[in-house]
């Protein structure tokens, strides 16, 4: 553990260093990041290969070209995305410089077994677009991408700002007990529990994508040949290990046919015998090979525990409360439940706890558009699954216990960027600060504060009122502008009261037209008076306490 607390020191130390924040350093970072996967494609499908039985084509397709298009990306948008942010101002912030964007610091990500590559990089690209220095920690169960991680990252990235623990469970919780600026973990809700109570010791923030199960409703009116050729496809690829497949299908009984239309697209993508199949992998290890074990096959019986292999199974005739619709199968295991109706499907989602994902097939938009409406999940996709992880303006994200915060494209960005608030004020001009310094009237009571009451109570002339009209947030009901771009002095003499008063009673405050009055009749001792009617604005009453402390001045 020594050695782990001493790399998570370097890392913070060189962080603190400065060296993370220009712009120039990270793209140099995410190059460099793409020069490695480029360059050692072939290493990474043979892990792959090895840990999950992945062909070169399917490990190039499900983990690594999609990580190339994300480093295009961050490339291509980070001057935008890291430029000083300005925000809409105030009638006191007029002349002032609103913005925000800061990196967190040093982030921790914890890799997954399903995807063992692209689930651990991708992150890591957000983080290092946001100035971040990263604790990578493969996931040890995917044993040979963990030992590649760790031998070619340090050739290719600075291996103080980047170290790679490649450890198990128990380094994994020592290290968890380590303060981070952010940790984003993906993977089953056991272990995220586990990961939200060690940051929480530290206040640590976490972005949390726990895996259960991603229900898809197959409506009657359907093209039920595309519909279950694509469900067929993200079912079943990787062998089920797909936190966001769709885990089970909600059809309604008269499409009977609905089984043999799935058993047509297995037959068509692995053959008479999936074992042999270079497109089908394996269950990561004998562990969860067990877990995976169905009941009641109707398709697909054949197993082998020495090669962690599991037929393409689906289950029938499926009893909703049984353990299989309860828990995430995350293997190749598809149940299939009838319902009566699209209400029925919408309520067994609503009494379980919010789905990663929610599929939905039909031709009938209402029908897509009731099921977006009356459910709740970390994102939807109609009559396609998976495909929009793919998208990086879409954000994945968990809800509920799925999960919290997201990442992919923008928001990794913003996720392991810090958004604060900072102000710039000239020194310059503060005479327009001047009504809000000590000392304050000794009489002012009963004025709306917020109205701005209170300065009125202090102006003896015009062209004090005129220097306090900026810290009125009003607009003129028919110019849409502040006071003070409506009125000023040399516009405006003292020769011409009654325009003063007119301009004025346009901004419906209360405390402009006292303002108003104070201006134009400074002598009148009924400050009823206040010119030509106004339904909205007249008669005014002034409190008299406010009365008293204008007549004392």
């Excluded at 040399?490 to 201006?519: D, G, M, Y």
């Excluded at 005014?540 to 402390?549: F, N």
Aim: glycine share 6%; hydrophobic share 35%; aromatic share 8%.
């Amino acid at each position: 553990m020594s050695k782990i607390s001493d790399a998570l020191k370097r890392a913070r130390a060189t962080f603190c260093s400065g060296r993370t924040r220009p712009l120039q350093f990270r793209v140099q970072r995410l190059e460099a990041l793409r020069r490695m996967i480029q360059n050692r494609e072939r290493d990474i499908a043979e892990a792959l290969g090895a840990d999950l039985s992945k062909n070169k084509w399917n490990a190039y397709c499900e983990e690594v070209v999609y990580i190339l298009e994300d480093i295009d990306y961050m490339i291509k948008k980070l001057p935008e995305w890291a430029a000083d942010e300005p925000v809409e101002k105030t009638p006191q912030t007029q002349q002032d410089e609103p913005y925000s964007h800061s990196p967190l610091g040093v982030v921790f990500i914890i890799g997954t077994r399903n995807y063992p590559f692209n689930l651990t990089i991708q992150p890591m690209v957000g983080a290092i677009a946001s100035g971040n220095a990263v604790v990578l920690k493969p996931s040890e169960l995917s044993e040979n991408m963990a030992s590649l991680l760790a031998t070619i990252i340090p050739q290719y990235l600075d291996k103080n700002l980047y170290p790679v623990i490649n450890r198990g469970v128990p380094e994994t919780t020592e290290v968890l007990k380590e303060r981070f600026d952010h940790i984003l973990y993906r993977g089953s809700t056991n272990v995220g529990n586990i990961v939200m109570m060690a940051a929480a010791k530290n206040l640590t923030p976490v972005t949390l994508e726990l895996g259960e199960k991603s229900p898809c409703y197959v409506d009657k009116d359907c093209h039920l040949d595309v519909a279950c050729r694509r469900n067929t496809w993200g079912k079943f690829m990787n062998s089920g290990q797909t936190c966001i497949a769709p885990d089970c299908i909600f059809c309604d009984s008269s499409i009977g046919q609905i089984v043999e239309k799935l058993k047509k697209c297995l037959k068509k993508f692995y053959r008479d015998d999936a074992q042999k199949s270079r497109d089908y992998g394996r269950i990561i290890n004998s562990h969860h090979f067990q877990r995976v074990m169905g009941q009641r096959v109707t398709h697909g019986d054949t197993r082998d525990v020495a090669a962690s292999y599991i037929a393409l199974t689906i289950l029938t005739d499926v009893d909703p409360w049984s353990p299989v619709m309860q828990e995430e199968t995350f293997g190749p295991v598809l149940p299939i439940l009838c319902v009566r109706s699209l209400d029925e499907a919408i309520q067994f989602i609503n009494w379980h706890e919010k789905p990663l994902t929610l599929y939905v097939f039909s031709c009938n938009n209402q029908v897509i558009k009731n099921m977006i409406a009356e459910t709740s999940s970390g994102g939807v996709m109609a009559n396609n699954v998976i495909v929009h992880i793919t998208i990086h303006s879409l954000p994945f994200e968990g809800v509920g216990h799925r999960g919290m915060g997201s990442y992919h494209g923008k928001k990794s960005f913003e996720t392991f960027s810090h958004s604060f608030s900072c102000l710039v004020r000239p020194l310059l001009n503060d005479k327009a600060q001047k009504a809000r310094y000590l000392p304050s009237p000794s009489k002012v009571r009963g004025g709306s504060r917020g109205d701005g009451s209170h300065w009125a109570s202090r102006v003896k002339s015009w062209s004090q009122a005129h220097s306090l009209l900026h810290c009125f947030p009003h607009r003129c009901a028919t110019t849409n502008e502040e006071p003070s771009a409506c009125l000023s002095a040399p516009q405006l003499p003292p020769a011409a009261p009654l325009q003063v008063w007119e301009t004025l009673t346009l901004f419906h405050s209360p405390s402009l037209l006292f303002l108003a009055n104070l201006c134009t009749h400074p002598d009148s001792p009924d400050l009823h008076h206040w010119g030509p009617h106004r339904p909205w604005a007249s008669p005014l009453h002034v409190p008299a306490p406010l009365l008293d402390t204008y007549r004392d001045q």
